[in-house]
């Protein structure tokens, strides 16, 4: 494999192109992406032997998979750290890395870590699905060797760091040295001056936990070292990362705690509602996430800062955002706490354009795709219109009605992002095996698909072909998986966020057989 890819990359030098040109651009208010392609896949889903994929060479080697097949982008999920449920929408912090993707190898490289402190783990028995809770118990133990090597002589960079991250670092170290000093439980059942952020409160627990503080900073320090290698190696070979921002923060997070002033909480700091979807055709009962909301009124006095600070450091660390749940910002449903789900909700008024003014002028334009999927009302497209963000399609959703939905390629305007599917949806190969028997007659006939061919493929090359500027197919869709590799079920709880590719998934073959479908349909833009 590695012989083809270096063959890849020397045909393409060869070639005189230039490798990592601007591939999204604007032009009077609007974002154009150059016509390219993709993968999602997350870095969780990566093979390794360590039980959950990781940023070492796995990931090194995907970007050279797709080097070879020229694909343009690498989207991954929301890098950030989980908290229970293991999903990566629900985060302990909205600026920090997950530490599970920080790899054991490259800290061996770097002498913070030797072999058999970490070969001789028995990390997972499956080497498809992750295990959170196993990842839970043995990778923090591993982490902290690595830190204290770290610690005893901090390397230039470290302080840079810290000083660089200021804004969210310290806050978050402290948070989950609470968190570790609490057996884990919520910042809402910690001592009422903690909850509280009392002044001679926090100033006692810094000095009781310095030493777990400096642990989760180094974890941090490790985690953003590997990550900017990795986007620089993709960069350096003409590939571009799409990272994911979730609208909305956990209840549980550093995020809340360290900022309550910017949510909609009660004088007990317990929110007054939470975020949701109402009813639909799928869910008779409605999507309670049970996220805090925020307080539109009061960030808007600060200029939106905490938004600021948010898009400033997801930009940084990506070279597109893809904001998920954009509709929120127009009209947000609003749950009353505590209801058992999401019926007794209401429809309230979001920021709209006055947040994104705020955020265009402190940081100029920037690279953003708006989900812009669910229920979608005048106001929502009045608010897309206006910010010129590329919106989504999604192949598996055009099928189950005659007129398509808005969802049938040709339908598709230039300026948007099609999708076999999302994570949130089943791989194609199980879309077809679950869907009606209408709807699956439908996409044979849309797209003469053939058993030869591969059904999964046919619907592959259906937005490969189509006038949309970027197509993204799952990971899934491409090794051809069935439903044992979805990603997530809304609304259920676990089993999701576990499926990994088998090593040697990303084969040269596949690299040849993507590569020719991308130059047919004119998509090579590097």
Same mark, same amino acid.
């Given at each position: 494999?590695?012989?083809?890819?270096?063959?890849?990359?020397?045909?393409?030098?060869?070639?005189?192109?230039?490798?990592?040109?601007?591939?999204?651009?604007?032009? *009077?208010?609007?974002?154009?992406?150059?016509?390219?392609?993709?993968? &999602?896949?997350?870095?969780?889903?990566?093979?390794?032997?360590?039980?959950?994929?990781?940023?070492?060479?796995?990931?090194?080697?995907?970007?050279?998979?797709? %080097?070879?097949?020229?694909?343009?982008?690498?989207?991954?999920?929301?890098?950030?750290?989980?908290?229970?449920?293991?999903?990566?929408?629900?985060?302990?912090?909205?600026?920090?890395?997950?530490?599970?993707?920080?790899?054991?190898?490259?800290?061996?490289?770097?002498?913070?870590?030797? *072999?058999?402190?970490? /070969? /001789?783990?028995?990390?997972?028995?499956?080497?498809?699905?992750?295990?959170?809770? #196993?990842?839970?118990?043995?990778?923090?133990?591993?982490?902290?060797?690595?830190?204290?090597?770290?610690?005893?002589?901090?390397?230039? +960079?470290?302080?840079?760091?810290?000083?660089?991250?200021?804004? $969210?670092?310290?806050?978050?170290?402290?948070?989950?040295?609470?968190?570790?000093?609490? +057996?884990?439980?919520?910042?809402?059942?910690?001592?009422?001056?903690?909850?509280?952020?009392?002044?001679?409160?926090?100033?006692?627990?810094?000095?009781?936990?310095?030493?777990?503080?400096?642990?989760? *900073?180094?974890?941090?320090?490790?985690?953003?070292?590997?990550?900017?290698?990795?986007?620089?190696?993709?960069?350096?070979?003409?590939?571009?990362?799409?990272?994911?921002?979730?609208?909305? %923060?956990?209840?549980?997070?550093?995020?809340?705690?360290?900022?309550?002033?910017?949510?909609?909480?009660?004088?007990?700091?317990?929110?007054?509602?939470?975020?949701?979807?109402?009813?639909?055709?799928?869910?008779?009962?409605?999507?309670?996430?049970?996220?805090?909301?925020?307080?539109?009124?009061?960030?808007?006095?600060?200029?939106?800062? $905490?938004?600021?600070? #948010?898009?400033? @450091?997801?930009?940084?660390?990506?070279?597109?955002?893809?904001?998920? @749940?954009?509709?929120?910002?127009?009209?947000?449903?609003?749950?009353?706490?505590?209801?058992?789900?999401?019926?007794?909700?209401? $429809?309230?008024? +979001?920021?709209?354009?006055?947040?994104?003014?705020?955020?265009?002028?402190?940081?100029? #334009?920037?690279?953003?795709?708006?989900?812009? &999927?669910?229920?979608?009302?005048?106001?929502?497209?009045?608010?897309?219109?206006?910010?010129?963000?590329?919106?989504?399609? %999604?192949?598996?959703?055009?099928?189950?009605?005659?007129?398509?939905?808005?969802?049938?390629? @040709?339908?598709?305007?230039?300026?948007?992002?099609?999708?076999?599917?999302?994570?949130? /949806?089943?791989? =194609?190969?199980?879309?077809?095996?679950?869907?009606?028997?209408?709807?699956?007659?439908?996409?044979?006939?849309?797209?003469?698909?053939?058993?030869?061919?591969?059904? @999964?493929?046919?619907?592959?090359?259906?937005?490969?072909?189509?006038?949309?500027?970027?197509?993204?197919?799952?990971?899934?869709?491409?090794?051809?998986?069935?439903?044992?590799?979805?990603?997530?079920?809304?609304?259920?709880?676990?089993? /999701? $966020?576990?499926?990994?590719?088998?090593?040697?998934?990303?084969?040269?073959?596949?690299?040849?057989? =993507?590569?020719?479908?991308?130059?047919?349909?004119?998509?090579?833009?590097?």
């Amino acid at each position: 494999m590695r012989r083809m890819f270096v063959f890849c990359l020397f045909f393409r030098y060869d070639e005189g192109v230039a490798l990592h040109t601007p591939s999204i651009f604007s032009l *009077k208010g609007v974002v154009y992406l150059n016509r390219s392609s993709g993968i &999602l896949l997350p870095i969780s889903s990566l093979p390794s032997p360590y039980g959950i994929g990781t940023m070492g060479k796995a990931a090194h080697d995907f970007v050279d998979f797709l %080097v070879c097949a020229r694909q343009k982008y690498w989207q991954i999920l929301p890098i950030c750290s989980t908290s229970y449920g293991d999903s990566p929408y629900a985060s302990f912090s909205t600026f920090a890395g997950n530490p599970y993707f920080i790899d054991l190898d490259l800290l061996a490289a770097d002498g913070l870590l030797r *072999k058999q402190e970490y /070969n /001789n783990i028995d990390w997972s028995g499956t080497p498809d699905c992750i295990d959170y809770g #196993r990842m839970y118990a043995l990778r923090y133990p591993v982490l902290r060797k690595a830190c204290d090597r770290l610690l005893a002589a901090p390397p230039a +960079g470290y302080a840079d760091f810290c000083r660089e991250n200021a804004f $969210w670092l310290p806050d978050y170290a402290l948070f989950m040295a609470l968190k570790d000093a609490h +057996g884990g439980a919520p910042w809402s059942e910690w001592e009422p001056a903690l909850i509280r952020r009392e002044a001679e409160a926090m100033e006692d627990a810094r000095r009781a936990y310095a030493a777990d503080i400096e642990f989760w *900073k180094a974890v941090q320090y490790l985690f953003f070292k590997q990550w900017l290698a990795l986007k620089a190696y993709a960069n350096e070979r003409g590939v571009e990362i799409i990272g994911d921002l979730p609208i909305y %923060v956990a209840a549980d997070s550093v995020d809340v705690w360290s900022s309550p002033e910017g949510f909609q909480l009660d004088d007990t700091l317990t929110p007054t509602e939470v975020a949701g979807c109402p009813p639909d055709a799928f869910s008779a009962t409605g999507q309670l996430w049970g996220n805090p909301l925020y307080d539109w009124d009061a960030m808007k006095k600060t200029g939106y800062a $905490w938004w600021v600070h #948010r898009i400033r @450091h997801t930009c940084r660390i990506y070279d597109v955002v893809r904001i998920d @749940h954009f509709r929120g910002f127009a009209g947000y449903y609003a749950i009353p706490y505590g209801s058992p789900d999401a019926r007794g909700g209401r $429809w309230r008024t +979001g920021p709209g354009m006055d947040l994104f003014r705020a955020i265009e002028k402190e940081l100029g #334009r920037q690279n953003i795709i708006a989900e812009d &999927l669910g229920y979608l009302t005048p106001d929502v497209y009045a608010l897309l219109a206006d910010v010129g963000y590329p919106g989504m399609k %999604v192949l598996e959703f055009a099928f189950d009605s005659p007129d398509g939905g808005g969802y049938l390629p @040709h339908s598709y305007p230039r300026s948007c992002v099609a999708y076999t599917g999302t994570h949130d /949806n089943e791989p =194609l190969n199980a879309w077809f095996e679950n869907a009606s028997p209408i709807a699956r007659q439908r996409a044979v006939d849309y797209f003469h698909l053939t058993l030869g061919e591969g059904y @999964h493929w046919g619907m592959v090359r259906g937005i490969w072909s189509s006038v949309a500027d970027l197509a993204v197919a799952q990971a899934q869709d491409i090794l051809g998986l069935g439903l044992s590799s979805r990603m997530n079920t809304p609304s259920t709880l676990g089993g /999701n $966020w576990c499926w990994r590719a088998r090593p040697g998934a990303f084969s040269p073959w596949l690299a040849e057989k =993507l590569r020719h479908m991308t130059e047919i349909y004119g998509r090579v833009c590097y």
